[in-house]
């Protein structure tokens, strides 16, 4: 059994900096490191979607996932870091984020 997780995010609301955004996420130009890295952590499938400048990304994550765990592992993974680095040039917190807190969680409130 697997467990989904759904988050949201703000990018900076300007064209070029969204444009590259884009850019960054296509296949191509994803860094293997970052892809190694979600996948060493227990997501077998992520997605990001975007409409305008939200940012909404669903995780399918094996049923041992730990957040937490991936936060550390993340902490400690120098190309990581550089990666989110790079990535909040785009990003902006959701005014409701918490203190350092990046994608926020989403809750579910409704299924079929």
């Known amino acids: 059994m697997n ?18 955004y884009d850019f960054w996420h296509k296949s191509a130009n994803g860094w293997p490191e970052i892809r190694k890295s979600i996948i060493d952590n227990k997501i077998l499938d992520m997605q990001i979607y975007r409409t305008g400048n939200r940012l909404f990304m669903i995780m399918e994550t094996s049923i041992d996932f730990n957040i937490e765990e991936k936060a550390v592992q993340d902490a400690a993974n120098p190309k990581v870091q550089e990666w989110e680095q790079l990535m909040w040039k785009f990003q902006q917190p959701l005014p409701w984020a918490k203190e350092g807190e990046k994608w926020v969680s989403m809750a579910l409130i409704f299924q079929l």
């Open 3 to 20: 467990k989904r997780q759904c988050f949201a995010l703000d990018l900076k609301e300007d064209p070029l900096l969204i444009a590259e």
